[in-house]
């Protein structure tokens, strides 16, 4: 039976970590700052802003709401993210998906400052990325989540096959930039890659990470035995129940690791947020943090 990865756990593990530095900033008397934008009234972006906010205030972030409705124009979005790429008390700034039809959501990401941008989808911040530029600049935080739960699992990636199913630029696309860094050899799948292809890197890959939606898309005959395999997906289905793209019961006995769903990378992502944010307000206010202090 496979190692469960408790993203749980980590997550807490992170944001202890996180906090500590916090507490470093704070004696500066520097209060790091987040600033997340809603628009509309989507429930679960709701309910994930409220999840946020009481996870940065454990932590010692003080983390703003701007909630606009869902008539609101892009003028007026764009206005208020100029509004504070200007104000010195934010260090991060989060527009939060989905937007209204009417809002272009990819113009407003390319306005947030790429210093503030702690979703790391500025194309400067995507730009750097994809070069493996050296230096500070934030990632998007999914990816950078599963990095860190890699790692806490002493997962080998250099020279390794990794198999990453969907490309969005939310996880597919910066976590490719991040495994090639790790000089990982990777392949990226997409929906129009054919079932025959799909199955057959599948089955060669030593590590799975899949992010499509798409409920138990990854079958034990995809998998090869000890492979390493993370689930991002979630999809609830008609019962209530929450559903991975991996059929974890099927594919846990062959793999070496495995992250369940619920409680794999989906509380990395806050954590992770929470991270970005406090490097951030250091990079912004000049700070140095504890060396090493992200390896938890």
Not at 144 to 163: F, S
Not at 193 to 212: E, F, G, N
Not at 213 to 226: E, F
Not at 227 to 233: K, L, N, R, S, Y
Request: charge should be negative.
């Amino acid at each position: 039976m496979a190692e469960i990865i408790d993203g749980r756990a980590i997550a807490q593990r992170v944001r202890a970590q996180v906090a500590t530095q916090t507490q470093r900033l704070l004696a500066e008397n520097i209060i790091p700052g987040l600033a997340v934008i809603l628009v509309g009234n989507d429930p679960a972006s709701e309910i994930y802003v409220r999840n946020k906010e009481r996870a940065a205030a454990k932590t010692g972030i003080h983390s703003e709401t701007f909630k606009l409705s869902a008539t609101t124009t892009e003028a007026e979005v764009l206005a208020l993210i100029q509004r504070l790429n200007h104000d010195a008390s934010i260090d991060a700034i989060l527009l939060q998906s989905p937007v209204p039809g009417q809002i272009n959501e990819q113009a407003m990401q390319d306005a947030i400052a790429p210093e503030k941008d702690v979703d790391g989808f500025n194309p400067t911040n995507i730009g750097k990325l994809f070069a493996n530029r050296a230096g500070y600049y934030p990632v998007a935080n999914t990816p950078k989540g599963i990095m860190t739960l890699l790692e806490q699992a002493h997962v080998e990636l250099a020279q390794r096959l990794v198999v990453i199913l969907g490309r969005s630029n939310l996880v597919g696309r910066p976590l490719f930039a991040l495994m090639e860094a790790q000089n990982a050899s990777v392949v990226l799948l997409h929906r129009f890659t054919p079932d025959d292809l799909r199955h057959q890197l599948l089955q060669q890959a030593d590590v799975i990470i899949s992010a499509t939606g798409v409920p138990k898309l990854v079958r034990a005959d995809d998998v090869k035995a000890g492979a390493t395999v993370i689930d991002v997906g979630i999809t609830r289905l008609a019962d209530g129940s929450l559903q991975g793209d991996v059929d974890f019961e099927a594919v846990a006995p062959k793999a070496q690791a495995i992250t369940p769903v619920p409680g794999g990378v989906g509380p990395m992502t806050i954590a992770t947020l929470l991270q970005t944010t406090v490097e951030l307000a250091a990079e912004h206010h000049q700070v140095e943090l504890e060396a090493g202090w992200q390896n938890i």
